[in-house]
């Protein structure tokens, strides 16, 4: 049983580059979730989908790009990587909407912008 | 908004009993519960929708007033296997997308 999986687990990105973080889930879910995790802290929301072709803002939506091409798949754009992004990104998926739905979670990717 | 938790971290010794706290400023339909271990994903614990329920999962249980916009954790009799970071996560609106907002986590740790 995979899962969510995320690639890759661990990035280190010089200030101005960019790169995408790849989420990928084998449950059939249509709802998909990107957040980030300071060190410390909580989940912030960053983009989230409810089917393949939509995608809305979450909490921090600033410097990254999304796209749902297909119901599987769910990747994280970055442009002009910046130090602030230094942190470590989740991707979650759910069968029902995320207000009544348990969220799955991928393993993570920890990013540095150095 | 950000939900509100407390208290930011609470050490128990094996055996005791704690209480998680979660608060919003806005009306909720659902509170959710994860846990997540140091260096891994947060796990699913439970979710509460409106309707003021209670429910319960071996010895952690939670109840959600939603007329105070507040949730509980309830943790009895702990166990080393309970430590880690807490967090509720709160839904204002049935089937708007999905959007699950984070609190800022509960630490717990549990000492034989």
């Known amino acids: 049983n995979a899962g969510v999986t995320q690639t890759p687990k661990f990035r280190i990105l010089k200030i101005g580059q960019s790169m995408t973080l790849q989420c990928t889930q084998d449950?059939?879910?249509?709802?998909m979730y990107w957040y980030r995790q300071d060190p410390g802290m909580g989940l912030k929301l960053i983009y989230y989908?409810?089917?393949?072709?939509?995608?809305d803002k979450g909490e921090v939506p600033n410097g990254y790009n999304v796209s749902r091409s297909t119901t599987e798949d769910f990747p994280l754009r970055l442009e002009l990587a910046a130090p602030s992004q230094t942190s470590v990104y989740f991707c979650?998926?759910?069968?029902?909407?995320?207000?009544?739905?348990?969220?799955?979670f991928g393993e993570g990717s920890r990013l540095t912008v150095l | 908004q950000q939900p509100v938790q407390s208290p930011q971290a609470v050490i128990l010794r094996e055996g005791e009993d704690a209480v998680i706290n979660c608060s919003s400023s806005?009306?909720?339909?659902?509170v959710h519960w994860y846990r997540q271990k140091h260096g891994e994903a947060p796990i699913f614990l439970m979710i509460?929708?409106?309707?003021?329920e209670q429910k319960g999962h071996d010895k952690i249980s939670a109840s959600f007033n939603e007329k105070k916009q507040q949730s509980s954790l309830y943790l009895t009799a702990s166990q080393l296997s309970y430590s880690g970071t807490y967090f509720c996560?709160?839904?204002?609106?049935?089937?708007?997308?999905?959007?699950?907002?984070f609190g800022q986590g509960t630490e717990l740790s549990v000492k034989p």
């Open positions: 996560g709160t839904g204002s609106d049935y089937n708007q997308g999905g959007k699950l907002i």
């Open positions: 806005k009306a909720l339909y659902s």
């Open positions: 989908s409810v089917g393949a072709g939509i995608t």
């Open positions: 979650a998926s759910s069968a029902r909407a995320g207000e009544v739905g348990e969220l799955f």
């Open positions: 449950m059939n879910h249509n709802y």
């Open positions: 509460l929708l409106k309707g003021g």
